[in-house]
């Protein structure tokens, strides 16, 4: 019964509310002359066969054909980038769909769950959202010369078998915390603390992603590590004064020790060089003491051989250039005597001694003798003839 009814506008004026039956038998024969049906009943128009009209088998027909287009086109779905579809048919695993447009049979046969394997999931271990919101029962570990040491870190992990991630782990993010965690535990443990809090850190990440990996791929869980990063690593709060005290006693150790290398460098080649020195001067004095021994020697030879030729004059001459060579480094005094003067004469040896050493420092003075009748004095005469005559018993 439609709105533009006479009747109801009648009953509109009337005030009086529509006629419940009136309104369903209205909607029957809309429905029936939707499905190519009239409604029924005599001809006359008598109201006993009046009632509700069933569709035709036609009209059946059609709402089975619509209702199964609506049940097959339920099994459409997309697949966005970066996910993929799994598909199960009565909860098995059937095939693995690719990103697009997609179809399976609906359900109940088939469902399909999406699994994001683009998306990068994080795991925190020692700390929640902050590094500051520890987590000492994950953070504290045993290093291997017997330290404890405090480490947060973070794992980052994408998934490469959505068909694994899906069905062998129950709660994959517990999984990675407990694998994260017995890793980097085993590896603090064979590592020194100095190692791990300073230069090993990049060393001690790439072997906990290593062991990490092979964990997860002998579970065969679908989850492949993607980065392992240390956000923080120190000594536990209760010592770390004491902490800070070593690592600079360690500093100043370190310094001093490369102080005392470098002045083991700057000293160490010079006394080298300096030995190598005295061992290059004791060699050739060495040549030049063999050279002089052999050039004596050679002397000794030719002078032997010349006083077997004449040995009065080789005498005489060696006996000249010894008194030569002796008084060339001697002071002489010369004395003139005066003729028929038998005076003794004083001589202040000690004040002329000073005073020719004082005379050769200002100026070289020189002693002309006034006669060419000089003599030695008696003193140095006699040596002089001593000498003369121990020289000439030798060689003879």
């Given at each position: 019964m439609?709105?533009?009814d006479?009747q109801?506008g009648?009953?509109r004026g ?11 038998r209205?909607v029957?024969?809309k ?8 409604s029924?009943?005599s ?6 066969g009046?009632?509700p009209?069933l569709?035709?088998g036609?009209g059946?027909?059609?709402i ?7 049940w097959?086109?339920?099994g459409?779905y997309?697949?966005?980038?970066g ?8 909860g098995k695993?059937?095939?693995t769909?690719?990103p ?14 999406s ?8 795991v925190e ?12 029962k994950?953070s504290?570990?045993l290093?291997?010369?017997e330290?404890i040491?405090?480490?947060q870190?973070?794992?980052?992990y994408?998934?490469n078998s ?6 062998n ?7 990675v915390l407990?694998?994260a965690?017995?890793?980097?535990r ?12 300073y230069?090993?850190r990049?060393e ?5 992603t290593?062991l990490?990996?092979e964990?997860?791929?002998r579970y ?10 240390m956000q ?13 005290d070593?690592?600079?006693?360690g500093?100043?150790?370190e310094r001093q020790?490369n ?16 030995a190598a020195r005295l061992?290059?001067?004791a ?9 002089a021994a ?6 000794f030879a030719?002078?032997q051989a010349?006083y077997?030729k004449a ?6 001459r060696?006996?000249?250039?010894t008194?030569?060579?002796v008084l060339?480094?001697t002071?002489?005094i010369?004395i003139?005597?005066?003729?028929g ?9 000690d ?20 006669s ?5 004095s008696?003193d140095?005469g006699?040596?002089?003839?001593e000498s003369?005559r121990?020289?000439?018993r030798?060689?003879?």
């Amino acid at each position: 019964m439609g709105l533009n009814d006479p009747q109801w506008g009648k009953r509109r004026g009337n005030s009086s509310p529509p006629d419940l039956e009136d309104i369903m038998r209205n909607v029957n024969q809309k429905m029936s002359e939707l499905f190519g049906k009239r409604s029924g009943g005599s001809n006359d128009g008598d109201s006993e066969g009046d009632g509700p009209n069933l569709p035709s088998g036609k009209g059946i027909v059609a709402i089975v054909v619509l209702l199964v287009l609506a049940w097959v086109g339920s099994g459409f779905y997309i697949v966005d980038e970066g996910q993929r579809g799994v598909v199960l048919r009565f909860g098995k695993h059937v095939e693995t769909t690719l990103p697009g447009l997609r179809w399976h049979i609906p359900s109940p046969v088939e469902a399909v769950e999406s699994v994001n394997i683009g998306q990068v999931r994080t795991v925190e271990i020692g700390y929640r959202n902050n590094v500051r919101s520890k987590v000492l029962k994950e953070s504290l570990m045993l290093t291997d010369d017997e330290n404890i040491i405090d480490i947060q870190f973070a794992v980052q992990y994408i998934l490469n078998s959505p068909e694994n991630f899906l069905f062998n782990n129950r709660d994959p993010e517990s999984t990675v915390l407990q694998v994260a965690e017995t890793a980097i535990r085993q590896i603090i443990g064979t590592s020194r603390m100095d190692f791990v809090l300073y230069e090993g850190r990049e060393e001690v990440t790439a072997k906990t992603t290593r062991l990490m990996q092979e964990i997860l791929d002998r579970y065969q869980i679908g989850i492949s590590i993607n980065r392992v990063t240390m956000q923080n690593a120190q000594p536990p709060e209760q010592v770390q004064a004491a902490f800070d005290d070593a690592v600079k006693a360690g500093q100043d150790r370190e310094r001093q020790r490369n102080e005392g290398q470098a002045y083991a460098n700057d000293v160490i080649p010079r006394a080298q060089g300096g030995a190598a020195r005295l061992l290059e001067e004791a060699q050739g004095y060495k040549q030049r003491v063999i050279a002089a021994a052999g050039g004596d020697a050679s002397r000794f030879a030719q002078v032997q051989a010349e006083y077997a030729k004449a040995p009065e004059v080789t005498r005489d001459r060696m006996y000249f250039d010894t008194i030569q060579q002796v008084l060339s480094s001697t002071s002489k005094i010369l004395i003139d005597q005066e003729k028929g003067g038998g005076n003794l004469l004083y001589l202040p040896l000690d004040k002329l001694i000073q005073a020719d050493a004082g005379a050769a420092k200002s100026s070289t003075a020189t002693i002309k003798p006034q006669s060419e009748s000089q003599e030695f004095s008696s003193d140095i005469g006699s040596r002089s003839r001593e000498s003369f005559r121990s020289r000439e018993r030798e060689m003879r």
